[in-house]
Each structure stands twice: as structure tokens, then as C-alpha cells.
């Protein structure tokens, strides 16, 4: 991988990351494309999308910095140090406990099935595009059927349970983790904006600990000049997720996910046109 493959990926996980339109997807595609994905080793393409997921990790708590400080604070405060029944505490303890809560299941299932995750299979571009269409499909039923009538004040704790397991869902390459967890508070009737935000916060737990562990098994597969490269692609998409944040957050406050759920069907089409003519090994 040159330097210039590198920024062109660092730039598709910061817009794809928290897009409702998978960045795996997007990746593998451009993987595939650029030939970087070997099949003998799948495995460390694998390890490369999680660890430039620490840089989209940094550009999600760049931005909600200021909410993070005060759930952590609260969290602490009124579970360590007072001890208040959860019914009696505040907001932004009670987040911090969806945030947990949420992350149960990806964490699970992740461990469950991480050999699976990481092989061949989960590389399939046939997975991918059907994935991109389904989860289109089923956020455009969200779409209809959602009240967008509820906000973070309203959120409890099996909110947090079933959109944690939607996040799980996400480790089917092509769903979006977004996606999948935004179309979830959809169907809860969150409205957009706090769906997307609670999306956010509660990936940053999972990504985490994710991107931590890729990049430590991860440092087996590369060399310094492989390092380097992943770092490029980190930074870039550090500060291009940032700003995929920034948009989507005010993009939903006044409109839906419609272009997406297009999007998603457009490209899960093309990507079985070009399958079906051979330009591209699925």
C-alpha cells in the first residue's frame, strides 16, 4: 500500500464510518479494487479497517467531548461516590449505563464469533451488497413506521439492550454500524438526531476496544513502512469522520435517511452488475 492509497482509505472510513452506508463495505470494495485484500490472509485487511477505526474513535470523542465529560462525571459521582438509586439519577448518569448496556452484546457476540468475523467469508462482496440492500429495505420500513417522538430523556435501559444488538448485526459486512443501530432508535421512535447521537456515543466503547486489539495483533502482519501508511490513513480519517459527524448530526435535524436508503440500493445493485460482468471478484 503507497501513501496515496492510504489517504484515499483514510478519507472512506471518515465519510463511511458514520454514514449510514458501511464502511466495511466501502473499504472492501476499494480493497479489492486497489488489490490490497490477499486471500491467503484475510485476516490482516481485517486488522487494517479496525485499526484506522481509532481514527474515526478519536474524531467521534473529539466532538462529543463536552458530553462525555459530564456523563463520565455524573456516572462517577452518582455510582461511586453517592450511590443514588438508577430511577433517581440524572440523564447523563443513566447514559452512561445505556452506553454499557449497549455494548453487552457486540462484545459478546464479537468474541463469539471472531474467527468467522475475520475470514473469507465476511470479505464476500456478494454479503456486502446484499447487506447494503436488505438494511436499506428495513431502514425505509423505519422510515415510515417511526413516531421520531422520543428524546435522550426518554431513553431506558432495554432502548439501549436492542440497540446494542443491533449493533452487533453490524459485523455483517455491509450493514453499517450506524445504520443498523440508527435504524434501531428509528423503530423505538427516537427521533433522528437522538438516534444518531446515542449511536455515536455508544460505538465508541466497541470501536475501542476493537481497533486496540486489531492493532495489537495486527503488529505481527506489518512493517515499518505498512505502519506508516496505517497512520496516514488514521489521521485522514480522524479529521474527515469528524466532519461526517458534524454533518450528519445537523442533516437529520430536518431531514430523513432517504438519500441513504437510495444510496445503499444503488450501490448494492452496481457492485452485483459489476460481480455478475466479471470486473470484479466477489
Known amino acids: 500500500m503507497n501513501f496515496i492509497e492510504a489517504i484515499i482509505l483514510g478519507i472512506i472510513q471518515g465519510l463511511t464510518e458514520f454514514l449510514p452506508i458501511s464502511s466495511t463495505a466501502h473499504l472492501t470494495i476499494s480493497g479489492k479494487l486497489m488489490n490490497l485484500i490477499s486471500e491467503q490472509f484475510p485476516e490482516r485487511w481485517t486488522s487494517f479497517i479496525a485499526v484506522i477505526q481509532i481514527g474515526t474513535l478519536i474524531s467521534v470523542i473529539i466532538y462529543f467531548w463536552n458530553d462525555l465529560i459530564v456523563i463520565i462525571k455524573d456516572f462517577l459521582s452518582e455510582n461511586l461516590f453517592r450511590r443514588i438509586k438508577f430511577s433517581d439519577q440524572n440523564i447523563n448518569s443513566k447514559m452512561g449505563w445505556y452506553i454499557i448496556i449497549a455494548t453487552i452484546p457486540v462484545v459478546v457476540i464479537g468474541l463469539a464469533f471472531k474467527d468467522f468475523i475475520e475470514g473469507?467469508?465476511?470479505?464476500?462482496?456478494?454479503?456486502?451488497?446484499?447487506?447494503?440492500?436488505?438494511?436499506?429495505?428495513?431502514?425505509?420500513?423505519?422510515?415510515?413506521?417511526?413516531?421520531?417522538?422520543?428524546?435522550?430523556?426518554?431513553?431506558?435501559?432495554?432502548?439501549?439492550?436492542?440497540?446494542?444488538?443491533?449493533?452487533?448485526?453490524?459485523?455483517?459486512?455491509?450493514?453499517?454500524?450506524?445504520?443498523?443501530?440508527?435504524?434501531?432508535?428509528l423503530f423505538l421512535g427516537l427521533n433522528r438526531?437522538?438516534?444518531?447521537?446515542?449511536?455515536?456515543?455508544?460505538?465508541?466503547?466497541?470501536?475501542?476496544?476493537?481497533?486496540?486489539?486489531?492493532?495489537?495483533?495486527?503488529?505481527?502482519?506489518?512493517?515499518?513502512?505498512?505502519?506508516?501508511?496505517?497512520?496516514?490513513?488514521?489521521?485522514?480519517?480522524?479529521?474527515?469522520?469528524?466532519?461526517?459527524?458534524?454533518?450528519?448530526?445537523?442533516?437529520?435535524k430536518t431531514r430523513s435517511m432517504l438519500i441513504f436508503i437510495i444510496y445503499r440500493i444503488v450501490i448494492g445493485i452496481i457492485i452485483f452488475i459489476l460481480i455478475y460482468n466479471g470486473l470484479i471478484q466477489p
Not at 143 to 150: L, Q, T
Not at 232 to 238: G, K, L, N
Open 120 to 185: 473469507v467469508f465476511t470479505k464476500n462482496l456478494i454479503v456486502i451488497a446484499s447487506s447494503l440492500i436488505v438494511l436499506a429495505i428495513i431502514l425505509a420500513i423505519a422510515e415510515k413506521v417511526g413516531k421520531f417522538n422520543r428524546s435522550k430523556e426518554n431513553l431506558k435501559w432495554y432502548d439501549a439492550l436492542i440497540i446494542g444488538f443491533a449493533q452487533a448485526l453490524a459485523l455483517i459486512p455491509g450493514s453499517s454500524r450506524s445504520g443498523t443501530t440508527i435504524t434501531a432508535g
Open 193 to 252: 438526531e437522538t438516534a444518531a447521537r446515542f449511536s455515536f456515543l455508544m460505538s465508541i466503547p466497541a470501536v475501542a476496544a476493537s481497533g486496540l486489539l486489531q492493532l495489537y495483533q495486527a503488529l505481527k502482519y506489518i512493517d515499518a513502512n505498512q505502519m506508516i501508511t496505517m497512520i496516514i490513513s488514521t489521521i485522514v480519517s480522524a479529521i474527515v469522520g469528524y466532519l461526517s459527524i458534524d454533518f450528519l448530526i445537523k442533516y437529520l
